[in-house]
């Protein structure tokens, strides 16, 4: 009796231990969701702001059509963007036609100075911060994920429970590129 007792101990301590770490690995993953989520929440409102910039420059550049049209032709394309890796890759398009956008502005003196364009400007600005810093809080949460999930001995119960690895948000081959200034 008493070897069962001990035996009963032993499968009771296991099982404890094996539902501690999966319990660690959903946290650790929600957590990783809820960054993800925390990125799509900046870049909708990045793209909220797109359209009043656009308008705004469309008054002093109407003759720059084409600019415009492939400004807000990306930013439909993140909105349409499934899935983080699809998603990625149309905001990496999206900030390649806003760079445009802004060189474009440089050509009108007035619109540079435009209270409403420095605004919404200021405020693309500050919305890019945050989204670099929600990408930065995502990558370390699915860093966290993907440690916890690899380590022994979490390794022996994540995969058969289905816990895979989290991609990270990554930067663009072009964005990696050094910055040319010319004078």
């Known amino acids: 009796m008493t070897v ?17 770490i999966y319990n660690g690995l959903v946290k650790a993953r929600n957590r990783a969701e809820e960054a993800e989520s925390g990125i799509d929440v900046h870049l909708n409102k990045r793209y909220d702001l797109i359209p009043n910039l656009v308008e705004t420059v469309k008054g002093y550049a109407k003759h720059e059509e084409a600019t415009l049209s492939q400004v807000i032709e990306a ?22 036609t806003l760079k445009s956008l802004f060189a474009l502005a440089e050509s009108y003196p007035d619109l540079k100075a435009n209270a409403s364009f420095i605004e919404l400007q200021n405020s693309l600005n500050q919305v890019e911060s945050e989204i670099l810093n929600a990408r930065k809080y995502y ?3 699915a860093r966290m994920f993907n440690d916890r999930m690899m380590v022994f001995p979490a390794s022996l119960i994540a995969k058969p429970m289905g816990f895979s690895k989290l991609s990270y948000v ?10 040319k200034v010319q004078f």
Not at 5 to 18: E, Q, T
Request: proline fraction near 0%.
């Open 4 to 20: 069962f007792f001990i035996i009963l101990a032993i499968v009771i301590v296991i099982a404890i231990w094996a539902i501690g």
């Open 75 to 96: 930013r439909n394309a993140c909105l349409s963007a499934k899935g983080l890796d699809e998603r990625d890759k149309a905001d990496n398009a999206l900030s390649g």
């Open 139 to 141: 990558n370390a949460t």
């Open 170 to 179: 990554d930067v663009s081959d072009e964005k990696k590129e050094n910055v």
